[in-house]
């Protein structure tokens, strides 16, 4: 399984007294959106090659030269 990683942000809270900086709380920063972003778009990659990897070798091995039926590629033979 694969673990989870979480940021804790350091600092004030949005209940303390003082002076705070109103753009990291109240906007996420850039680095936390390519961060998501990343990851949400590798995980998509991630699942796009699981499930697109035997089509492709499918498809790749009826283009080849000697063209084999379907039941060729598939018995392990």
């Not at 003082?18 to 680095?31: D, H």
Request: proline share 6%; glycine share 6%; charged share 20%.
């Amino acid at each position: 399984m694969a673990a989870k990683v979480s940021l804790k942000l350091k600092g004030k809270s949005k209940g303390s007294k003082g002076s705070s900086s109103s753009s990291s709380s109240s906007a996420p920063s850039k680095f936390d959106v390519l961060k998501d972003w990343t990851n949400w778009s590798l995980k998509k990659a991630k699942v796009a090659t699981h499930y697109g990897f035997i089509p492709l070798i499918i498809i790749i091995g009826m283009n080849s030269d000697p063209k084999p039926e379907l039941s060729q590629l598939l018995t392990p033979v």
